[in-house]
């Protein structure tokens, strides 16, 4: 597609259930970036993908937050047992190779509120 | 860890005016993106900066990187409304591009 897709773009959860968020990266970007993005904040890093490795998870803010990229394209978040404190934008990026493009292409989010 | 911080966080300037944002960050880095964002909307890069003294200009917008003093500017020339957005900065201190520190963001709002 024209450029990062994410579905869905608005997830309403009761606490303590898993949600499942979605990233399609623009075709051929073999880099994959997860933030999250609280309101009024900058976005934080979450992890990173290169093609389907996992190459940094360090910002996952714990045992309950869980990403993969089987095929090295589609990427997906998963929640377990949603907090109130998980409330927040979570936004996909991805990245070409080329020195040119080394800008993150965001897509558009999906708002995840946990009630 | 690496801190980045933005100033001002929101700025109300009237349209033709001039202005610049300052993104100061806490350790060495030689790369650095702006972004914009609008409400409700995902982040919209504007400039990749990527060594000391880069400069690069898209419109009425002007980015700066000074590595030696840890600091990026943002300067606005003859504001028009259609600014009017969110400006974040984020640095790179991996040197591949695989993380990104954002700054707080910088509210811009262009008055008639």
């Known amino acids: 597609g024209a450029g990062v897709s994410q579905s869905p773009r608005y997830k309403v959860a009761k606490r303590g259930q898993d949600v499942a968020l979605r990233c399609d990266p623009i075709s051929g970007h073999v880099s994959l970036f997860w933030y999250q993005q609280a309101l009024g904040q900058g976005p934080e890093f979450l992890t990173y993908f290169q093609n389907e490795a996992q190459l940094d998870k360090s910002g996952l803010p714990s045992d309950r937050f869980f990403a993969e990229r089987p095929e090295g394209s589609v990427s997906t978040l998963k929640i377990q047992r949603t907090q109130q404190e998980d409330s927040a934008v979570y936004l996909c990026a991805s990245s070409g190779t080329g020195d040119g493009d080394k800008a993150l292409h965001f897509g558009n989010g999906t708002r995840l509120t946990v009630t | 860890e690496l801190k980045v911080e933005q100033n001002p966080l929101f700025l109300s300037m009237q349209e033709g005016k001039n202005y610049t944002i300052y993104c100061n960050y806490s350790?060495?880095?030689?790369?650095l993106y702006w972004y914009r964002q609008d409400p409700g909307k995902s982040l919209e890069s504007l400039f990749v900066?990527?060594?000391?003294?880069a400069v690069k200009q898209e419109g009425r917008l002007m980015a700066s990187l000074d590595t030696k003093a840890r600091l990026s500017t943002l300067h606005i020339t003859a504001a028009v409304h259609d600014l009017s957005a969110t400006y974040f900065c984020?640095?790179?201190?991996?040197?591949?591009?695989?993380?990104?520190?954002f700054g707080t963001g910088t509210r811009l709002q262009v008055t008639l």
């Open positions: 900066l990527l060594s000391n003294g």
């Open positions: 984020a640095v790179d201190h991996t040197g591949t591009a695989s993380k990104l520190t």
């Open positions: 350790t060495t880095s030689d790369r």
